[in-house]
């Protein structure tokens, strides 16, 4: 289509100029301008060998890309119903967008849903209510070996690199985080001044590419990282083993996108493509894994250390308890990320078809961590599709001690889910380098909305839990949460999982883990 619009350009400043010389008036030739596009459009239609559509119907054929351009927006917009929308329906969008602005989050008419649809969830209200408590828990993150503990907040937000989001969205989540007391996880890609500037509390996350804490050889330099994990509004540290939307897989940014500021973060060279293994170089085993979190609380001065992953091998993960075990030591936090999280750009194979989801990763790994007598001390935190006060509760009910949020507080700073992320598009300037689109986010205004959102949704949770009949998540059991499995039949998830008993994996496990216990070594990740 450029040289179609060269042809064209060229042919009408030449008729032009020839109007002129025979005295005609040039305001014919630009009345015919549109039939001479369609015929120039129409010929290159029909010699270009790179669509058979436009071959075949040359021009009209071009209403076709327009509208498969379009159709994210008219579904969007004019087709789906509030309630059936993907990832995130209207109505979860909605009550963000509210509550971030302040704004009424209340519905009249009751719901939407089909509530005798199999799959669908309800929690348990009390015929006691509590009152709601005026000053929302914390949860206290740092075991034995940790000597400077942090006290989180039930939602925060969850890993999101400077890189994939444009300078002014990182500045509005951490400002938001400093005025609501929360903290932000940084993502992998490094711990940028945008992260450091409003002063919120920080989670330093590391993945396999070290970036902020790499040697040129793209290894872990100690010595970097111990220089900044020590900074004040660091306050844990974090080993990303893998992320919902991509388990198993590393990324790569592309060369075009590494400039100086972005290289000078994450430690590589500016205009060069760099690659993240999916693998790490500082562990190959279970129990070299365990150590190196435990090498990592050391080098941060003793705050809490952890790691996060999507679940995939129970086999895998019982191997890494055993290890805890018998080194003595285990990690403060463990992040489970689902596998319907999706912040990160994937193959839509990954994206659709690899790893655990929320429910069962939070299942599999509380259930060992009791089994192993080590829940006391280990912290679960839950990251993937976490957007209203009920996915908090339903998420603490499974598990969990506390959540983060991605695409939700992205949502806060005015993410309209055109999902151009990785487009370097955004038409928000959320998820953008380019200056001209991050512009357009005022770091203000949005920094106030992240803060009321988190605020909102966390007294929506703590509304919820008091109708429960509890005030604090400790007092939440798997009898009030409950799934209907056919239109006439529904289930607690007490009854829908199994659910072992403090030590019982040591003791004398279930027919049921008994295999996976067995085969479970922490010298080696077992297939």
């Known amino acids: 289509m450029t040289r179609v619009g060269i042809v064209l350009v060229t042919l009408v400043a030449a008729l032009g100029a020839l109007a ?75 009550i963000v967008y509210e509550r971030a602005k302040g704004t009424d989050a209340e519905e009249p008419y009751g719901t939407e849903r089909d509530v005798y649809q ?61 005025a609501g007391g929360f903290a932000q996880d940084t993502g992998e890609g490094g711990l940028s001044e945008y992260h450091l500037r409003p002063g919120g509390d920080l989670v330093w996350e590391i993945g396999t590419g070290y970036f902020g804490c790499r040697t040129g050889e793209g290894d872990f330099d100690a010595a970097e990282f111990a ?11 974090s080993l990303k083993l893998s992320q919902g939307a991509k388990p198993g897989i590393g990324g790569v940014l592309p060369g ?14 500016e205009g060069r493509t760099v690659v993240s293994p999916p693998y790490h170089r500082v562990f190959s085993t279970p129990r070299e894994l365990v150590r190196f979190i435990a090498r990592m609380r050391e080098l941060s001065g003793g705050k809490p250390a952890g790691f996060k992953l999507c679940v995939g091998s129970r086999r895998q993960f ?25 912040t990160g750009a994937a193959p ?15 299942h599999t790994v509380h259930n060992a961590l009791v089994g192993v007598g080590l829940r006391d001390r280990i912290k679960i935190g839950a990251s993937g599709k976490i957007a209203t006060g009920t996915d908090l509760v339903k998420r603490m009910v499974q598990g969990a001690d506390y959540g983060n949020a991605a695409r939700a507080m992205m949502f806060a700073v005015g993410c309209i889910q055109a999902q151009r992320c990785h487009t370097n598009t955004c038409p928000t300037g959320v998820t953008t380098q380019d200056p001209r689109r991050a512009r357009a986010l005022d770091v203000g205004d949005k920094t106030t909305r992240v803060q009321r959102f988190q605020q909102a949704t966390v007294a929506s949770a703590l509304q919820i839990m008091a109708s429960m009949g509890v005030t604090d998540p400790a007092q939440l059991r798997p009898h009030m949460l409950r799934r209907r499995v056919e239109p006439c039949t529904e289930r607690s998830f007490e009854e829908l999982y199994e659910w072992l008993a403090p030590g019982q994996l040591l003791a004398e496990p279930p027919a049921s883990w008994a295999a996976d216990w067995q085969a479970a070594d922490p010298d080696r990740f077992t297939v």
């Not at 220089?227 to 540290?237: E, L, S």
């Not at 308890?321 to 999706?342: H, R, S």
């Not at 839509?348 to 939070?362: I, K, N, R």
């Open 20 to 94: 002129a010389a025979l005295g005609i008036s040039p305001y014919w030739w630009f009345a015919a301008v549109p039939l001479m596009f369609t015929g120039v459009l129409g010929a290159w239609d029909l010699v270009q060998r790179r669509h058979s559509v436009l071959r075949n119907y040359p021009v009209l054929g071009h209403a076709r890309y327009l509208l498969e351009r379009v159709r994210p927006e008219l579904q969007q917009y004019f087709i789906e119903r509030n309630y059936d929308g993907r990832p995130f329906d209207r109505d979860v969008r909605s």
């Open 118 to 178: 199999p799959g669908y969830e309800f929690l348990v209200p009390s015929m006691a209510p509590c009152p709601v408590p005026k000053d929302p828990p914390r949860v206290r993150i740092g075991g034995p070996d940790c000597s400077r503990p942090y006290d989180m907040a039930l939602l925060n937000v969850s890993a999101m690199s400077f890189g994939s989001l444009s300078a002014n969205a990182v500045l509005a989540l951490n400002g938001g985080a400093a």
């Open 227 to 237: 220089d900044k994990a020590a900074h004040d509004h660091v306050r844990c540290v």
């Open 256 to 269: 075009a996108k590494v400039n100086a500021e972005i290289a000078r973060v994450r430690d590589v060279p």
């Open 318 to 342: 019982l191997a890494v308890c055993k290890a805890m075990l018998e080194e003595g030591t285990a990690p403060d936090f463990i992040v489970v990320d689902g596998a319907e999280g999706g």
């Open 348 to 362: 839509l194979e990954f994206a659709d078809h690899v790893g655990t989801p929320l429910t069962e990763g939070l």
